[in-house]
């Protein structure tokens, strides 16, 4: 008998969603070897494994193995948050300034892990940060002549704030199965992640399909130098 039923299963389910859409970047990853697939290779998988440890430790009473599963899955989210910033990094600015900005990205969310989670155990403050600057670092990228696609970062965004606010609001409801805010949260991050898939391949939308739309205003666009390495020639 599982201990959580719901939230155990639906971890598992993310795990199995996060794990394909791992393997789909993997594949986009083998044909343009562009470093910013390859970084949404390692958060999607990443998150499998964190999602996968917490279907095991909603599920089971794990005994002395519980404390240590708990720092492994904080510690994946942390990798999976980190490895979608650099890939929206190397999205906004391409692959040579990618690596420049590399390091210094990587000190400051190491920096920011060590302060929210081991620090003053609020590593929801690093996961903030993480989301909300790589999702504005991809409608940077859409603002500077990017294709439409670009968008789907900031509604993934929107679904997962909806998501959070119920969490720490403490929703809950009732269908056939109890489904308290972990569970809820859960839900919100199975509608988020395709769209920031599809934020994250170009191959998704047709040529005709990817053409920016009109907008009501006009949007000043900011030029991005050396974007000839790019996998994608937007």
């Known amino acids: ?4 039923p719901v939230t155990s299963i639906t971890d598992l389910i993310l795990s199995l969603l996060a794990l394909g859409l791992q393997g789909g970047m993997y594949l986009r990853f083998r044909r343009t070897r562009a470093l910013r697939e390859a970084w949404w290779v390692g958060s999607f998988g990443a998150l499998a494994l964190a999602t996968l440890l917490g279907a095991l430790v909603h599920g089971f009473p794990l ?3 519980r404390p240590l599963t708990w720092l492994a899955i904080w510690s994946t989210v942390a990798l999976s948050g980190a490895c979608f910033v650099l890939a929206a990094v190397f999205a906004a600015v391409g692959e040579r300034e990618g690596r420049q900005l590399a390091p210094v990205v990587l000190v400051f969310l190491g920096g920011l892990f060590w302060l929210t989670y081991l620090v003053a ?13 790589g999702t504005l ?3 940077y990228r859409y603002l500077s002549g990017g294709q439409v696609r670009l968008l789907a970062a900031p509604l993934g965004l929107l679904v997962l704030a909806v998501g ?8 809950s409801f009732t269908t056939i199965w109890h489904f308290n805010q972990n569970d809820i949260f859960h839900l919100a991050l199975m509608v988020a992640l ?4 599809l934020a994250a391949d170009p191959a998704l939308l047709p040529p ?5 739309p009109w907008l009501p205003i006009n949007l000043p666009t900011v030029p991005l130098r050396h974007l000839g390495n790019h996998a994608d020639k937007e």
Do not use: F, K, N
Request: aromatic share 12%.
């Open 1 to 4: 008998m599982l201990l959580e």
């Open 63 to 65: 005994g002395a193995l």
């Open 121 to 133: 155990d609020r590593l929801i403050v690093y996961e903030a940060v993480c989301l909300t600057s």
């Open 137 to 139: 670092l991809y409608l």
């Open 164 to 171: 959070a606010a119920l969490h720490l609001a403490g929703a």
């Open 194 to 197: 395709p769209w920031y898939y």
């Open 208 to 212: 005709e399909a990817a053409r920016r």
